[in-house]
């Protein structure tokens, strides 16, 4: 079983950065697949980004350009880097991996876009 635990989330202004953290308890390149999925008040949950583990990297149409997914290995860690923050980016951020047909989630952190 994998364990995810998501961290980095919180306030900041239009246009600011931030950046999440999500650690796995196993491996990255253990896992299918890893990524990031968002939802906000009233809404579905949504695709972020998800990264096919040694293959290619999906962003939502809405956040391209925008945010980036990257991996470090050695600390079984995935970071999503958000720039250029949106009102509209306001969300519970979930981490999500993939593995041999199951599917996991982390808790979900709040981010916050406000001034």
């Known amino acids: 079983q994998v364990q995810l635990v998501e961290s980095g989330g919180g306030l900041v202004q239009p246009g600011g950065p931030l950046r999440l953290s999500c650690a796995a308890s196993?491996?990255?390149?253990?896992?299918?697949?890893m990524g990031w999925y968002r939802q906000a008040p009233g809404k579905e949950r949504e695709l972020v980004a998800t990264?096919?583990?040694?293959?290619?990297?999906r962003y939502a149409d809405s956040v391209q350009g925008r945010f980036s997914l990257s991996s470090e290995n050695a600390k079984n860690t995935l970071y999503l880097q958000m720039n250029r923050l949106k009102p509209e980016d306001t969300a519970v951020y979930y981490c999500?991996?993939?593995?041999?047909?199951?599917?996991?989630w982390g808790q979900g952190t709040l981010v916050t876009v406000s001034s």
């Open positions: 999500n991996a993939g593995v041999v047909g199951l599917e996991i």
């Open positions: 196993r491996s990255i390149s253990s896992l299918n697949n």
């Open positions: 990264m096919i583990i040694g293959r290619y990297i």
